[in-house]
């Protein structure tokens, strides 16, 4: 994690979580079943976090280069405010994704993992990215995490997040309450 006098005051700010799908809420693979359908794999845990941020009104998107229908499914099941596919400039569908739900660049997470996505995390207040994300990712991500793409590390990040804002025991609670 990069030293950021500022890092704090980033995750105070923090109001929209936005995911890279493929290599973020997924490891990556590409998997085609016979028909030629994309298969992809998510992870649980990922979604269990996910599903307390839409039960806390805290809204997630995600923005992603390709199109599938199992992204905007596993998406609509997390309780995501947008799913925007097909999108080559991330950083451009960002800025329109922030002015569309009225929130500030600068109180937005994004979280990517290669080269097609250093315009969005730019752009956000607090950027991140898996373990195994590019070299240029990781170098000027604030965030990033320990744990793999679609291994958990969207689950780390807002874990982090809502621990810094103070949060997570609202997060513990929903799930005394079986959420």
């Not at 998510?42 to 269990?48: E, S």
């Not at 080269?115 to 000027?140: F, H, I, T």
């Not at 965030?143 to 793409?149: D, H, P």
Request: glycine letters at 10%; hydrophobic letters at 50%; aromatic letters at 6%.
């Amino acid at each position: 994690m990069k030293e950021n006098k500022n890092l704090v005051a980033k995750v105070q700010g923090i109001r929209l979580f936005v995911f890279d799908v493929d290599g973020v809420l997924t490891d990556g693979h590409i998997v085609f079943n016979s028909e030629g359908e994309a298969i992809k794999l998510f992870n649980a845990k990922d979604g269990l976090v996910l599903n307390a941020l839409a039960a806390l009104k805290i809204p997630t998107a995600a923005i992603t280069g390709r199109t599938s229908p199992m992204v905007a499914r596993r998406c609509e099941e997390l309780g995501f405010l947008v799913v925007m596919q097909g999108e080559k400039k991330k950083g451009q569908a960002l800025e329109r994704l922030c002015r569309e739900a009225a929130v500030a660049p600068s109180a937005c997470a994004f979280m990517g993992d290669d080269l097609n996505d250093l315009p969005a995390l730019r752009l956000a207040g607090l950027s991140a990215c898996p373990a195994d994300a590019a070299l240029d990712v990781k170098e000027m991500a604030d965030y990033v995490a320990t744990l793999k793409g679609g291994e958990g590390a969207v689950r780390e990040l807002i874990e982090w997040v809502l621990r810094g804002q103070g949060l997570w025991p609202k997060v513990l609670a929903l799930f005394e309450e079986g959420v």
